[in-house]
Structures are given as structure tokens and as C-alpha cells.
């Protein structure tokens, strides 16, 4: 990773990006109460947090705000957060449940509070493959009613997911209008945004060297430094400064496709309510509309590269066993990014040293999860620790090589996950 790759993955979010950010780069020696590393919703939300409570905090990202997963990612919100019952044991199942749906209102609120435009709607399908999954559709219903969930939802059948979204590929789905969609790059700008209005610093273009550990820790980069009274490491799949970190996850590329902008039939037909989609495999496929009516598909292929054309050719032909009517649409966009996936599936929050302290591994549960994240490092930071330890006794597990393997590694589980999801 160095400063000079291009600003963006020529994602759909890119092209439509309604505020272009030019930070300066870090230069000179800088102080700092925070020095956050990152810049995706991990590092924003923690910076935001942190800003409007008057802590004087500097992002340092080796890209431009939104670089990451979270500027590239399917935009799908969804509530939740890994571990649940291993978390239930040790904070009581209602705050697990509170835990789960925290970083929705985290996001509510910012864009009302900072007028941010991104395109955020709700509504949600889990939909079903096999027998099976209805089974787990039933219990996730049941679950929501026995919290009394008071958004709309419920179970539907074959026909009325076919009369939803014009595919008879799914046996059901549970339909839940409290999760949604939105476009996260302009959501992680605007957060950027407010930050700064806070009075939080953001360096653009400037990775991040090496962190020199101590009372007062220093963040270096090529040209500068910031020394703060805590760091945040915020990196997720794309860090490669503290070696320990690393081999707690497995970088997994994820990737999607846009549409041309369809046609009002065709958005009649195939998401008239412009719902958010998403299968329960473990190698998942997901999709929705844009704003523009665009369709964006995303799934994993067996690929590390970042060649739209051989993207379009793994996801298009997925994407027509589901849509056929879709056969004569272009597709005019095609990137991927890179998950942190823990081998354990246990989100991971933790300190490196008492003053740096970090949060990775959502899987691709990340857009509610870093907000709420970034809430609790920004708590820890603030003297107030319970959610921030509880969360970080969660067992993390090493894989021997994950740094130097990564590539056979994740080529190993997608055989193994692919194996469990024809089950
Ligand atoms: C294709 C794709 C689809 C996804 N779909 C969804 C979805 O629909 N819903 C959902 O909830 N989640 C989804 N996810 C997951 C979600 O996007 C991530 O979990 C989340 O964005 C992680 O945020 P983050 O800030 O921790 O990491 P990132 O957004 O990856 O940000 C990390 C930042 O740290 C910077 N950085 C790293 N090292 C350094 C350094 N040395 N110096 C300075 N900066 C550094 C990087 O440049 C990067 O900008 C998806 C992910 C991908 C890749």
C-alpha cells in the first residue's frame, strides 16, 4: 500500500461521491489527545465520537476518506453484531440486543444531526435458499418478536417474495424494516465531514510507518508524525502495522457490480419497494438498488485481483440465475474490497499497549458494527470501559501464517464454506 495509488477503486460510490475530500497529507510534528490511524467508519465514528466531546483528535489515512471497505462496500444495513451468544453470557442478553441495533442509531442520528446526504432508506429481505434457512428465518422472526421489536416485521412466503422482488429463486424471506440500505462512501464523507466541523484534524495520503510505543505514543508517516495521549488503530483488512493484529484475521475480497440504470418496469418488477437483499450462504450474495436505479450485486469470487472485467464475468452470470430479465443490461461497474474476517467470527476490540487501542473484523457486518465500535473505543478513551472490556475478553484466535498465507488460506475456506453451504 503506498500514498500514490489512485484516490478511489472505480466503484459506483466513487462516481457518485456528492463531496470530493483533499486533506492535506501529514507534515511536521503534531500533538495530539487522539491520534486515530484509518479513515474508514471504524476511524470516522471513533473520531466523531471522540470530537464532539471535545477531545482533540488527528486522522492520519495512508488514501483519502472512505479508501477502504467502507467507502466501497454494498451499503447494506444490517443489524447485529458476531458473537451474540457467546456476547449474551457475559452482558446479559439485553444488552446484547441494545448492542445489535446501537449502531443504526448512531447512523439516524448523524445524518439527521449533520444533514448528511446519503441515500439512507429502510427496509430489508433475508431471504431463503433451502429448507433450512426457512427454519432460521422462523427463529430470527421469532427472536424480533419476543423483543417486541417494533418495526415492521415478517415472514413471507414463496409468492410474496416472488411479488417483492420478481425472482422465484428464494423460498421466503423475513422482511424487516428496520434495516436498510445506504450509499456508505457519502455517509463516511459526511461523518468526515463533521469530525472536522468538531474540530477533529484529518491527514489524507499519509500512511502510516510505524507507531512508537510509549507514555506519549507517536504516529509516524513519511513526512511527519502526531504524538497523542492514545492511538486508534483503525485499519481493519487493509493494516499491516502491528504484526499481532494481523494474524488475528483473514483479509477476504468481496466484490459487486452496477447496472446501467434500469428501466421503471424493470425496478417494477424485480424492487418495487427498494428493499435491501441478502442470501443466508456463507458465501454470500446480496444486492440492491441506488438511488439512481442502478442494480448492485455483490458476492465473492475466487479472485485477489481488482480486473472489473473479470469481476463482471464471475457475478454477471450469478446475478442472471436470479434476474434472467436482466440478460441485455449492462453492467458499468465492477470493483472489490477486502474484508477482515476473524476465524472465529468474533468481532474484535483490544489494546496493543494501555494507550492503543484498537477494533477489526466484522466479517461483512461492518457499516452498524464501526459505528458502534467507534462509540465504545471513544468511551474506553473517555474513562468509561465496562461495554469496551466486556467486549475485548471475546476469545480471538491466531492462524499460524495468516499474514504470509492469506491467499491459500482464504482459497482453503472458500472451498470449505462453499462445501457447508451446498449442505
Ligand atoms: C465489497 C464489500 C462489501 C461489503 N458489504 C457490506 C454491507 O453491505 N454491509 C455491511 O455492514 N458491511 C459490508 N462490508 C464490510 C464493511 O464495509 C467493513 O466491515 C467496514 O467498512 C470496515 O470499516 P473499517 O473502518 O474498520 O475499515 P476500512 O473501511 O477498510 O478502513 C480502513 C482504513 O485504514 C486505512 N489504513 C490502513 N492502514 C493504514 C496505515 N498504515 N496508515 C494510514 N491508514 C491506514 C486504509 O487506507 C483504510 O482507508 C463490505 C465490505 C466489502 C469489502
Known amino acids: 500500500m503506498t500514498g500514490t495509488e489512485p ?8 462516481a457518485t461521491v456528492n463531496d470530493h475530500t483533499e486533506f492535506a497529507p501529514l507534515r511536521g510534528e503534531h500533538r495530539a489527545d487522539v491520534c486515530v490511524i484509518g479513515a474508514g467508519f471504524t476511524g470516522i465514528s471513533t473520531a466523531l465520537h471522540l470530537a464532539e466531546k471535545g477531545y482533540n483528535v488527528h486522522v492520519v489515512e495512508a488514501h483519502k476518506v472512505g479508501w477502504g471497505a467502507s467507502g466501497r462496500n ?13 456476547l449474551a453470557k457475559m452482558m446479559g442478553k439485553q ?8 449502531g443504526h442509531e448512531i447512523i439516524r442520528q448523524r445524518v439527521r444531526t449533520y444533514n448528511i446526504d446519503c441515500d439512507l432508506k429502510y427496509g430489508y429481505l ?7 434457512h426457512v427454519r432460521d428465518l422462523e427463529n430470527n422472526c421469532r427472536y424480533l418478536d419476543d423483543n417486541n421489536f417494533a418495526d415492521e416485521h415478517r415472514l413471507l412466503s414463496q409468492a410474496e417474495t416472488r411479488d417483492l422482488i420478481g425472482t422465484d429463486a428464494y423460498l421466503g424471506a423475513l422482511l424487516n424494516m428496520g434495516n436498510g440500505h445506504l450509499h456508505p462512501l457519502n455517509l463516511c464523507v459526511g461523518e468526515a465531514r463533521a469530525a472536522v466541523v468538531n474540530g477533529a484534524t484529518i491527514y489524507e495520503q499519509s500512511p502510516v510507518t510505524h507507531i512508537e510505543h510509549g507514555s506519549k505514543p507517536v ?5 511527519g508524525a502526531v504524538k497523542a495521549d492514545f ?24 466484490f459487486i ?27 454470500l450474495q446480496y444486492f440492491r438498488l441506488s438511488a ?18 473479470l469481476i463482471k464475468s464471475q457475478l454477471v452470470p450469478r446475478l442472471l440465475k436470479i434476474y434472467p430479465q436482466l440478460r441485455d443490461t449492462r453492467f458499468e461497474f465492477a470493483w472489490g474490497g477486502s474484508i477482515a474476517v476473524p476465524v472465529n467470527r468474533a468481532v474484535q476490540l483490544g489494546r496493543v499497549a494501555p494507550n492503543v487501542l484498537y477494533a477489526q473484523g466484522y466479517s461483512g457486518h461492518g457499516i452498524n458494527v464501526t459505528h458502534v465500535t467507534g462509540q465504545i473505543l471513544a468511551e474506553a478513551i473517555a474513562g468509561t470501559s465496562e461495554r469496551f472490556d466486556v467486549i475485548s475478553q471475546l476469545k480471538t484466535m491466531r492462524v499460524p501464517g495468516a499474514a504470509t498465507f492469506s491467499r491459500q488460506l482464504i482459497t482453503l475456506g472458500m472451498i470449505y464454506y462453499g462445501l457447508k453451504d451446498r449442505l
Open 7 to 14: 484516490a478511489h477503486v472505480g466503484s459506483y460510490y466513487a
Open 74 to 86: 454494498g451499503g447494506q444495513l444490517i443489524a447485529g453484531i458476531s458473537a451474540e451468544k457467546r
Open 95 to 102: 444488552a446484547v440486543w441494545d448492542l445489535r441495533w446501537a
Open 126 to 132: 433475508d431471504v431463503a435458499i433451502k429448507p433450512r
Open 219 to 223: 504516529v509516524h508517516a513519511d513526512s
Open 231 to 254: 492511538v486508534v488503530i483503525a485499519g481493519n483488512a487493509y493494516h499491516r502495522l502491528e504484526p499481532i493484529l494481523r494474524g488475528q484475521v483473514l483479509p477476504v475480497n468481496s
Open 257 to 283: 457490480i452496477a447496472s446501467e440504470p434500469l428501466t421503471a418496469e424493470l425496478v417494477r418488477e424485480i424492487n418495487r419497494d427498494d428493499l435491501a437483499v441478502c442470501d443466508p450462504n456463507y458465501i
Open 292 to 309: 439512481d436505479k442502478r442494480l448492485l450485486f455483490g458476492g465473492r469470487c475466487n479472485y485477489f485481483g481488482m480486473d472489473p472485467l
